[in-house]
């Protein structure tokens, strides 16, 4: 089972300025490449200050500049954002751009209220969402497409330049009917338990495996990346201040993702919450080495190709960064060949 950081971006205290809210992801993502990790993951959101990376492809193409072997995930495109006709040819210079690193996790959206602000609202989300997606498909690996559809209507047009290669395509779903039709389809999988159940993950992982078994060769190259919140704590005291960072952070992702999407001047409400601390705390990775050693293994027991952790929690950057240095030494070496590789070269 192999790592990837989740270089996603929660900003609290918007005073804190783009700038340096780049650089640290920069930072964490060039870490995260000398520490072999085998990918980092870029978010797309808009308009709010939790995962805030409006332009991924962007951010991808300067991270390849700045590493040399990660994989670059979107994580994940929300395709009913964009137009195909345009979006499709970025994409193809992304992945120019980075080498064929990028791999192109897409989904439907998740959050209500930038989802309206931006002319696409949740309830129709996902049969655009659907119809946008063949429309990409078409567009990366035919010319001269035309489409007749709800929301594309055009006459034959190709994208330029052509692709120099096959797209690496993720699809990012939840439900184990939707993960087992779309690795059928050929989609690499991206999926998380958010705060399911070790069944519920058990199901996820199943449904893909027993859609890589019906699919026999075809489907040998495909791979489950599974994203969890994760913190290796030094002691009882670190994991209660980490639990508790993560419940405020929850307490604005509930907001826009459950709630009402109260936002003012980008910033999302803190709201109070129905799960408490404790519950919380049985759901998350928040773990001392043996707890997260113990967790992980059920990981990889599974049939987890790729573990996406998501560290970022509100604390100092450098804090964030002695946590990613920390898992890569203590926990890394006993499930990831790539961080083994990285350790005999040093």
Not at 318 to 340: C, K, V
Request: with cysteine; hydrophobic share 40%.
């Amino acid at each position: 089972m192999e790592f990837n950081h989740f270089i996603s971006a929660y900003y609290p205290d918007t005073s804190y300025g783009g700038d340096r809210l780049f650089a640290d992801m920069i930072a964490q993502a060039k870490l995260a490449d000398d520490l072999g990790y085998a990918s980092v993951s870029i978010p797309e959101h808009h308009l709010i200050n939790i995962l805030l990376t409006p332009a991924p492809l962007m951010l991808a193409v300067r991270l390849a500049s700045e590493t040399k072997h990660v994989k670059l995930m979107t994580s994940v495109a929300v395709l009913p954002l964009h137009d195909m006709r345009t979006y499709a040819g970025e994409v193809v210079m992304a992945d120019i751009l980075t080498n064929g690193r990028l791999v192109l996790g897409v989904g439907r959206g998740a959050f209500a209220v930038e989802m309206a602000r931006l002319g696409s609202p949740i309830e129709t989300s996902r049969e655009k969402f659907d119809e946008s997606l063949d429309v990409l498909h078409k567009l990366l690996t035919r010319e001269d497409v035309s489409f007749k559809g709800k929301y594309y209507d055009f006459e034959p047009l190709t994208i330029m330049p052509r692709p120099v290669r096959p797209i690496q395509m993720m699809m990012a779903v939840m439900v184990p009917e939707g993960i087992h039709a779309c690795t059928k389809r050929g989609f690499h999988i991206q999926t998380t338990p958010l705060s399911g159940s070790k069944e519920m993950m058990l199901e996820q992982v199943n449904a893909f495996h027993r859609a890589k078994a019906e699919m026999g060769d075809e489907g040998a190259h495909l791979t489950l990346s599974l994203s969890r919140v994760t913190w290796l704590a030094k002691d009882d005291a670190e994991k209660r201040r980490m639990t508790a960072a993560a419940h405020d952070y929850y307490s604005r992702f509930d907001n826009v993702y459950t709630g009402p999407g109260l936002v003012t001047g980008g910033a999302i409400h803190p709201l109070p919450r129905e799960q408490t601390i404790e519950e919380l705390a049985d759901n998350l990775m928040i773990c001392t080495k043996q707890e997260l050693i113990d967790k992980l293994a059920v990981y990889d027991e599974a049939g987890v190709d790729e573990i996406i952790l998501s560290q970022n929690l509100g604390s100092p950057n450098e804090e964030t960064m002695d946590n990613m240095r920390a898992i890569a030494e203590d926990i890394m070496p006993l499930f990831s060949a790539r961080r083994r590789q990285v350790m005999a070269a040093e």
